[in-house]
């Protein structure tokens, strides 16, 4: 693959071009730190440090939120879940990281009712007295109190569910696109110095005579060319990847990891016509998820112990079927079936291994450690306290190369790009009737409110430069081909599932896997990298294959529903 002709590209730093001067650039003068993986963790931390005024380089294999990053339950949680195992501390950090991301990333961050139902012989009294505890440790707004509701209450938000029901406790949560909410901290450590490069493999980590890492070669995927970038300190933020990231370079893994994979299915909401979100138990006991996100509900997970490829994690037909089952169990009237799920997605939890105990039971909490000298490892977490994490893992950096020139943590009071100022809701009611009147329509509308913020303008000069880069991707597609362009120009999207994937979310928010739109999105990449046909095609085709994996794959089935994995009592899990 090659990116050579962006001479109709303007130098933005974000953009394909950039990316090629910050691959140069981080190899001509030795940085601070070098930051290896960008997801979350990682993205979090070079912004953490380049606001800090370090120099620091952020390099990631694949694209921002390849990893785990974009295969989340998309859920920024106060951890009411912490309540039950009594990691009371872990719920104050979610709770208050969760009010600091509503602060930084409001275009991003958008509130969901959650509903904890009840089923005899549970007392409903005793997660009433949860939540108050939860309310109580996570400082809610009065608006973000819980409430109960009796049954038929809670069936006007989950039509259909099962019986013998309590009632439910409700309180609130937010949900997120997580790919998005990755790639705009990359794109704001780039905005604040950071040498930022996606489809850059860290290959081997160098050390010096006294056994210290100073450094990693990189390799850029398109053209293969190497660069040696030296670096005081090195962060492994390679999430599933960490323990691979150290062995590849024949370093002692301190800590070893046990990937957990998690799998979630996608339905169209009037299959499953419930609103806000919901912990789902079945009634062997068989414990989930379900989330509306605009015309969606997706369901999961699950958590079971992963052995396969990091790099391409897959739901299986099995998989699939259980979670179904899990579903219809507790929707008995739904009548689901395979045919329903629109799109799949799995992801890794990079857990760190516990003597003794199943996935489930591991700790989700991060782990920082250093060693040998110059490397720093971070693994483990959430997506949701990602910036005390990078809050540790610099602490770490710090002890190792002496004091930075500034140690102010500035990540909380710098909002993300995206970030309009002003009042959330006004901005995205003025920039929506100018959408409208610009001839959007009102679903693509929706969409485009929900996923962008202040990029929202970006693609309104577009439309008044061009009216055509307001128009679908093709009939019936709810996304414009500005948005294309956007990703490419601004959003250093290189390939046609850079921009499917993770800019747009059209490979799983949408009925087709984005397929309807992806020619004429490969078209306008293309025609802005430089790409000749056999690239284009061959960029289609790759990613026809990547959507067809995210759809159920074919298989025989046992009639019914009764399948295996609803009969294991607690399998499955409520992120
Ligand atoms: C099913 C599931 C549901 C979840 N739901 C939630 C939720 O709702 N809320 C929440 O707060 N958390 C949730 N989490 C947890 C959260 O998603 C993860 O903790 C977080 O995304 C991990 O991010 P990471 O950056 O550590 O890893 P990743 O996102 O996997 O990033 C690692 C990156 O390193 C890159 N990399 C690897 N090797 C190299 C190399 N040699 N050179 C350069 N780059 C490299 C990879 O390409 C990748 O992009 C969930 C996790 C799972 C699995």
């Not at 549970?122 to 608006?143: C, H, N, P, T």
Request: hydrophobic share 40%; net charge negative; with cysteine.
């Amino acid at each position: 693959m090659e990116d050579d002709t962006l001479t109709a590209m303007p130098p933005h730093a974000f953009s394909p071009q950039g990316r090629r001067l910050a691959l140069q650039a981080m190899a001509t003068s030795p940085l601070d730190v070098l930051v290896v993986g960008g997801g979350i963790t990682g993205c979090g931390i070079a912004r953490d440090a380049a606001l800090r005024g370090w120099r620091v380089a952020l390099v990631d294999k694949d694209d921002f939120a390849f990893g785990t990053s974009s295969r989340s339950s998309k859920i920024v949680h106060g951890g009411v879940r912490y309540l039950e195992y009594g990691h009371f501390l872990l719920v104050r950090e979610s709770a208050r990281e969760r009010r600091v991301l509503r602060t930084i990333a409001p275009h991003l961050v958008h509130r969901l009712d959650f509903l904890y139902p009840v089923f005899a012989p549970d007392s409903l009294l005793k997660i009433r007295a949860g939540l108050q505890v939860f309310d109580w440790l996570a400082d809610s707004d009065e608006d973000d109190w819980h409430s109960v509701l009796d049954p038929a209450g809670v069936r006007e938000w989950l039509p259909g569910l099962r019986d013998p029901l309590r009632g439910a406790v409700k309180y609130v949560e937010y949900i997120t696109d997580d790919a998005r909410l990755t790639m705009e901290n990359a794109l704001s450590a780039a905005e604040h110095g950071a040498l930022v490069a996606n489809h850059a493999a860290a290959e081997t980590l160098f050390r010096d005579s006294g056994g210290r890492v100073h450094g990693a070669r990189v390799r850029d995927r398109f053209d293969d060319a190497v660069y040696e970038v030296r670096a005081r300190v090195v962060v492994n933020a390679g999430g599933p990847w960490a323990q691979e990231i150290l062995e590849g370079s024949g370093l002692p893994v301190e800590k070893a990891l046990r990937p957990s994979k998690g799998i979630h299915i996608l339905l169209d909401h009037s299959r499953l016509p419930i609103e806000g979100a919901t912990f789902l138990k079945s009634r062997s006991g068989r414990r989930g998820l379900a989330m509306r996100r605009l015309g969606y509900v997706y369901v999961g997970t699950s958590d079971d112990e992963y052995r396969g490829s990091l790099d391409a994690p897959r739901a299986t037909r099995d998989e699939v079927l259980d979670l179904l089952a899990m579903v219809q169990d507790c929707f008995p009237d739904a009548e689901l079936t395979v045919d329903d799920v629109l799109a799949t997605w799995a992801g890794i939890r990079p857990l760190i291994a516990e003597e003794g105990r199943s996935t489930r039971d591991t700790s989700r909490e991060d782990e920082v450690w250093t060693g040998p000298a110059g490397l720093v490892t971070i693994a483990g977490g959430k997506l949701t306290t990602y910036r005390r994490m990078a809050e540790r893992a610099l602490a770490e950096v710090r002890r190792e190369i002496g004091d930075p020139p500034d140690d102010v943590d500035r990540t909380m009071d710098v909002r993300l790009p995206g970030a309009p100022a002003g009042d959330i809701g006004a901005f995205n009611r003025d920039r929506a009737e100018r959408l409208a009147e610009a001839g959007v329509g009102s679903e693509t509308v929706k969409r485009l409110v929900w996923l962008y913020g202040r990029q929202l303008d970006d693609l309104i000069a577009y439309g008044e430069e061009d009216p055509a880069w307001l128009a679908p991707l093709a009939d019936g597609v709810p996304a414009l081909r500005g948005e294309v362009r956007h990703a490419v120009e601004r959003e250093m999207a290189c390939t046609l599932i850079d921009v499917m994937d993770r800019r747009t979310a059209l490979l799983i928010f949408s009925p087709d896997s984005g397929l309807a739109g992806a020619a004429e999105a490969a078209r306008i990449i293309g025609e802005l990298l430089g790409w000749d046909q056999r690239r284009r095609d061959a960029e289609l085709a790759g990613y026809r294959t990547y959507a067809r994996e995210h759809r159920v794959p074919p298989g025989n089935d046992r009639p019914g529903n009764d399948r295996p994995g609803n009969g294991r009592p607690g399998a499955g899990s409520a992120e």
